[in-house]
C-alpha cells in the first residue's frame, strides 16, 4: 500500500509569491490534515479536511487556505509569502469518521518551502 | 485546547527501558493521549494511544494517571533506531483536532 505522497518536496519562492503544495493521501483515507513545522515554534495545526469539507481550522492567518478533492488528494496554498512562513509542510492522512481507533494518522515526508 | 508539558530532551542506554512522561492537567474527559514520533528527517509515525486504560502495543506501552492529568510512554527496551522526538499529544474526541506539544528529544546511547 503506498503511504502518502506530497509534492513538490522542496520549493524556493520568493516574498510575496504565492504557492500550492499537494498531498495525495493512503488510498480509502478520507481525511487529510496540514501541519506546519518550524524550528521555533514546532509543529503546528493547520487544517483538516474530511469528505472535501473543513472539519478543523488551526490558528493561521488567511493567506493560508487549503481544499480537498473528491478523490481525498488535497492541496495547500499560501499567497503573499513573507519569511517566516519558511517551513516543512506536513501532510497526514487517514480514515477518518466517527471511531477513534480509525483516526491513526500517518504522514508524508513534507515539503521543505523556503521563502527568499 | 488543552496542552500538553513534556521534557526537552532526555537520554537512554541502548537495550535499557525509557519511560517517557507527559504532563496533561487541562486533559477534559473527551481527549485522546496519542503518542508519535518524529525520526530524523521524516513526517511524525504513530506510536500508541489511549483514553482510560493502560495500552500495550509492539512498539510501545502506554500508562495512563488515574486522574489522567499524566501519562508515560514506555520504550520496553530502546534501540539506537528509537533516537527520535517523540511527541505527547491530546486529541480532541469531539473535534478530532490534534495538539501537538514540543516533544522530548531522546538520544539513546550505544
Known amino acids: 500500500k503506498a503511504g502518502v505522497t506530497q509534492t513538490p518536496r522542496y520549493l524556493i519562492k520568493t516574498r510575496g509569491q504565492q504557492v500550492t503544495l499537494s498531498c495525495s493521501p493512503i488510498s480509502g483515507h478520507r481525511s487529510v490534515s496540514w501541519y506546519q513545522q518550524t524550528p521555533g515554534q514546532g509543529l503546528q495545526f493547520l487544517f483538516e479536511?474530511?469528505?472535501?469539507?473543513?472539519?478543523n481550522k488551526g490558528n493561521f492567518p488567511g493567506r493560508f487556505s487549503g481544499r480537498q478533492f473528491s478523490n481525498s488528494r488535497s492541496e495547500m496554498n499560501v499567497s503573499t509569502l513573507e519569511l517566516g512562513d519558511s517551513a516543512l509542510y506536513l501532510c497526514a492522512s487517514s480514515l477518518g469518521g466517527q471511531i477513534i481507533s480509525y483516526n491513526e494518522q500517518f504522514f508524508g515526508p513534507g515539503t521543505r518551502l523556503t521563502v527568499l | 485546547d488543552a496542552k500538553t508539558t513534556q521534557p526537552n530532551s532526555m537520554e537512554s542506554n541502548e537495550e535499557e527501558p525509557v519511560h517517557l512522561p507527559c504532563n496533561h492537567s487541562?486533559?477534559?474527559?473527551?481527549?485522546?493521549i496519542h503518542w508519535y514520533r518524529q525520526l530524523p528527517s521524516q513526517g511524525p509515525e504513530y506510536v500508541i494511544h489511549?483514553?482510560?486504560s493502560n495500552v500495550n502495543n509492539r512498539m510501545a506501552s502506554l500508562a495512563i494517571a488515574e486522574d489522567r492529568k499524566s501519562s508515560t510512554l514506555i520504550l520496553h527496551r530502546a534501540t539506537l533506531r528509537d533516537a527520535a522526538v517523540y511527541y505527547c499529544?491530546?486529541?480532541?474526541?469531539?473535534?478530532?483536532?490534534?495538539?501537538f506539544g514540543t516533544g522530548t528529544r531522546l538520544k539513546v546511547l550505544a
Open positions: 479536511y474530511f469528505s472535501e469539507t473543513q472539519r
Open positions: 489511549g483514553l482510560t
Open positions: 487541562t486533559i477534559s474527559g473527551t481527549d485522546y
Open positions: 499529544i491530546l486529541r480532541d474526541g469531539g473535534t478530532y483536532k490534534y495538539i
